[in-house]
C-alpha cells in the first residue's frame, strides 16, 4: 500500500531542469537591465572607463537569458520563462542603445 499523500506535499520534489532554467532567464534579464543602467545613473563617474563598457557585458548576459528562457518554456514554470524572455529582449535593446549612445572617446575601445 501507498501511503497517503497530503496535499502540501502534492508539488514537492517534482522540478526539472526546464524549471530551473526559467528562473535562471529572469535572473540574467534583471542582469542585464542593471548593466545597462549602471553607466546612466552616473556610474561613469564612479568607475571611469569600465562603466562605460558596462553594457558591452549586458549583451551577452541577455542573449544567454534569451536561450534559456526559450528552453524554460518547456517546463512548469512557463510563466517566469516568458517574464524572463520579455526582460532579456528589453534588456538586449537598451544595452545596444547604450552602446550605440558611447561617447567618443569610449568608442575607440570597441572593434
Known sequence: ???????????????SADDGNAVFALVLGGTGHLAWII?????????GLAAGLVPLIGLPITIFGMLYAVKGLKGRKRGLAIVGLLLCIIGFMLCIGAVVSLPGPLRRYLP
Open 1 to 15: 500500500m501507498k501511503p497517503a499523500q497530503s496535499p502540501c506535499d502534492a508539488g514537492q520534489g517534482e522540478g
Open 39 to 47: 553607466p546612466m545613473l552616473g556610474g561613469s563617474a564612479l568607475f
